[in-house]
Structures are given as C-alpha cells and as structure tokens.
C-alpha cells in the first residue's frame, strides 16, 4: 500500500477466501461454502481465486458454535505462536492450521481478503463487520456493497474497540471482512437469510474484480456504526439473570436507545432504563451466542468514515 495526491495503491487482491462454519451452527454461510466447494462456479471472478472454507468441521459436524472454544477468539498471537500439542484445545489447533494456510497473520504472504460467513439471532439485518477505519480498500467495498444492494440496505459495524475487539479467523488476511446476517435460529436455514448473504457475496466479489481491473474507486464517505460498549443483563449476586431485553428494544437493532428508554424488564415486569450521557444504537440485541459472554446487546455510535480514492498500485 502506498499513497500518492490523497489516492491509495493497493496490490491486487488475487487470493480471496470465504470462511463458513467459523461457528458450526450459523447454517447461511455453512450450507453456502459447502455448495461453493461442490461447485465454485457462482465465486469465480477473473482475476482472482476464490476459495471457500469450512473453518471449524468439528464444530459443523455437531451443530454448535465450537467444540473446546470460541474460533472466532481465539487468532491472539500467544495463541498462534503456542508450542504445538494434542493438549491445545480443539480450535486453537485449528487456528494454527488456518493461520498457516491463509496467513501468517500480518505478513505479506497473507491472503488478501478473507470474508467470514456468520448468522445472528439478532433482528440485524445484513452487516459487514470491520475491524479498522482505515483500511480504504475495506470502506470502498462497503461503498460499493451498499450501492449495489440498494434500495435493500446493509449497515458497516466497526469494531475497532481496544478492549471489545476480538482475534477473528478473519484477522489472518490483509483485509478482513466480517458477514452478519439475521435473524436466524442457531440450527436453522431460512431462505431470506441465506439470499441476502449470498447477494452481498455476489457484489463484494465483483468489487474486487473491478479493482483488479484497475477501475478507480474515487472518495467517499461510509456511514458505519462504531462499537461502543457492552450491555450485561441485569443479574444477581450469583451471576443468574434477573431481566430480559424489554419489549421496546427486542428486535430494533440499530434503532436509536435514548436516556431514559426501557432497555430490560425483570420477571415481575418492572422496566430498567437506559442511564447513559446520550444517544446510541444498540444491536447485537438479545444475540443467543452471548448470553455465556455476558453481553445483551452492544451500543454503537453512528459516524461518517472518509474513504480515499484507491487504485491498483
Ligand atoms: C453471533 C456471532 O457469532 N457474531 C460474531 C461477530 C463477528 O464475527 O465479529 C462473533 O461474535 O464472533
Ligand atoms: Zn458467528
């Protein structure tokens, strides 16, 4: 990457994966990398090679999240650099092999995209996950995505956050991209689901291949959602939750959460409010994953993100 007049170079993205089963029961990008690798045709784009990848087969093969530990944690760099053992936990073994076929992580021979395929139960919608506001590659294809699919609409979450973001299988290429889709049961296939992710596959591809081409994307602006902070339902003293998400605030993901709204409501229906300084947008909301890491939902801020013109170097 270099910059020149305000435009930024990039190589060519020539080695693109799709990860699907980072989590074994998120069914949408299970079911589409499986097909994908039955046949590739729908993910082939000249110019470049497109490979799809079932991350955690274990985890697949018995419909739950993971085996020993959370996949989509577990890319830290003491983790990728642990002696290796049988003792390792399942997917930190696993994080090592994919590391050293799609990475090594932060080095040139790394792949250059890598989109990983994940389901909500959370009302989200379609979301493309980010991890850097600056990577300029990124943002002109979350530009592009959300041209493409209009008038269907697609937010950006970033999660930039020092102490909320986690290692992603992503992580291990030059530009990861995260793909939410929801709602949909954990186990489940619901075919709007599995078209939208699919759609948004379609068009971040041909982004790519217009960029190998050597189009020029000029500037703009991408409206993103920055993760802000974490939500915890309200619990007892001995860890045991003692509310839900109130009715006001399940399933309006992204929707504005002002001072003073409901956000839970215990079992004997008493409303707690939202006590922060201003206006956020939740999402994540209610999200069945992560009743077991001590999140409700997530707050975010709303901010207009400057992507500079890019070009092939
Ligand atoms: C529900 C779920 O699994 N969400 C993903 C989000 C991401 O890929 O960043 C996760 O927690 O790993
Ligand atoms: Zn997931």
Same mark, same amino acid.
């Given at each position: 990457?270099?910059?020149?007049?305000?435009?930024?170079?990039?190589?060519?993205?020539?080695?693109?994966?799709?990860?699907?089963?980072?989590?074994?029961?998120?069914?949408?990008?299970?079911?589409?990398?499986?097909?994908?690798?039955?046949?590739?045709?729908?993910?082939?784009?000249?110019?470049?090679?497109?490979?799809?990848?079932?991350?955690?087969?274990?985890?697949?093969?018995?419909?739950?999240?993971?085996?020993?530990?959370?996949?989509?944690?577990?890319?830290?760099?003491?983790?990728?650099?642990?002696?290796?053992?049988?003792?390792?936990?399942?997917?930190?073994?696993?994080? $090592?092999?994919?590391?050293?076929?799609?990475?090594?992580?932060?080095?040139?021979?790394?792949?250059?995209?890598?989109?990983?395929?994940?389901?909500?139960?959370?009302?989200?919608?379609?979301?493309?996950?980010?991890?850097?506001?600056?990577?300029?590659?990124?943002?002109?294809?979350?530009?592009?995505?959300?041209?493409?699919?209009?008038?269907?609409?697609?937010?950006?979450?970033?999660?930039?956050?020092?102490?909320?973001?986690?290692?992603?299988?992503?992580?291990?290429?030059?530009?990861?991209?995260?793909?939410?889709?929801?709602?949909?049961?954990?186990?489940?296939?619901?075919?709007?689901?599995?078209?939208?992710?699919?759609?948004?596959?379609?068009?971040?591809?041909?982004?790519?291949?217009?960029?190998?081409?050597?189009?020029?994307?000029?500037?703009?602006?991408?409206?993103?959602?920055?993760?802000?902070?974490?939500?915890?339902?309200?619990?007892?003293?001995?860890?045991?939750?003692?509310?839900?998400?109130?009715?006001?605030?399940?399933?309006?993901?992204?929707?504005?959460?002002?001072?003073?709204?409901?956000?839970?409501?215990?079992?004997?229906?008493?409303?707690?409010?939202? $006590?922060?300084?201003?206006?956020?947008?939740?999402?994540?909301?209610?999200?069945?994953?992560?009743?077991?890491? $001590? $999140?409700?939902?997530?707050?975010?801020?709303?901010?207009?993100?400057?992507?500079?013109?890019?070009?092939?170097?």
């Amino acid at each position: 990457m270099s910059s020149l007049n305000g435009s930024v170079c990039f190589d060519e993205a020539r080695r693109v994966a799709i990860f699907g089963g980072t989590h074994g029961n998120e069914m949408s990008g299970v079911t589409l990398v499986n097909l994908w690798v039955k046949n590739g045709a729908e993910i082939q784009r000249k110019g470049l090679e497109a490979k799809p990848f079932i991350t955690n087969p274990r985890a697949v093969k018995k419909c739950t999240r993971y085996v020993d530990t959370d996949l989509n944690r577990a890319f830290s760099p003491e983790n990728l650099s642990a002696p290796w053992g049988d003792d390792l936990p399942y997917e930190v073994q696993r994080a $090592q092999e994919i590391n050293r076929l799609f990475g090594p992580k932060g080095s040139p021979e790394a792949y250059d995209v890598i989109f990983d395929l994940h389901n909500t139960t959370s009302n989200m919608g379609c979301t493309l996950i980010l991890e850097n506001s600056k990577d300029h590659f990124n943002l002109q294809m979350m530009n592009y995505i959300k041209k493409a699919i209009a008038p269907a609409s697609c937010l950006v979450l970033l999660n930039e956050h020092p102490l909320l973001k986690y290692s992603t299988s992503r992580s291990v290429a030059k530009h990861p991209v995260g793909l939410e889709v929801g709602p949909q049961p954990q186990g489940v296939l619901r075919s709007n689901i599995f078209e939208s992710m699919r759609i948004i596959l379609k068009h971040a591809l041909d982004f790519i291949e217009l960029f190998n081409e050597g189009v020029e994307f000029p500037a703009c602006t991408v409206e993103v959602f920055r993760v802000l902070e974490r939500v915890d339902y309200p619990r007892d003293t001995n860890g045991n939750i003692i509310a839900m998400v109130h009715p006001n605030l399940q399933d309006c993901d992204w929707e504005p959460l002002n001072p003073g709204d409901p956000m839970f409501q215990t079992f004997e229906g008493k409303p707690i409010y939202y $006590q922060g300084p201003g206006t956020v947008y939740p999402t994540f909301i209610n999200e069945a994953a992560y009743y077991e890491k $001590q $999140q409700a939902f997530v707050t975010t801020r709303r901010e207009a993100l400057v992507a500079s013109t890019i070009r092939k170097a």
